[in-house]
């Protein structure tokens, strides 16, 4: 009897142990998942700049040095 009682009681803690095992599996893939999604809207962001960037340079380069102050001529704010 002594030896089924143990059985019996091993068997309920692995069954816990793996009802918490899967449960951290799917509070890590909707971790995993979440990170995934921010990186796709992270990357169209930094797409989205680029091109700002790239179109802001196209636009310098076509209106030539004109009234451009250089940043390093600049002076900080608080002179």
Known sequence: MKDEEQLQQQLVDLQ????????????????????QQEIILL??????????????SARLDREGP???????DEKPPHY
């Open 16 to 35: 816990s142990q793996m009802a918490f095992q899967d449960d951290a599996v799917a509070a890590l893939n909707e971790a995993v998942a979440n990170q």
């Open 43 to 56: 990357r169209q962001q930094l797409t989205l700049l680029k091109q700002r960037q790239d179109e802001q």
């Open 66 to 72: 004109g009234e451009m102050v250089s940043l390093e």
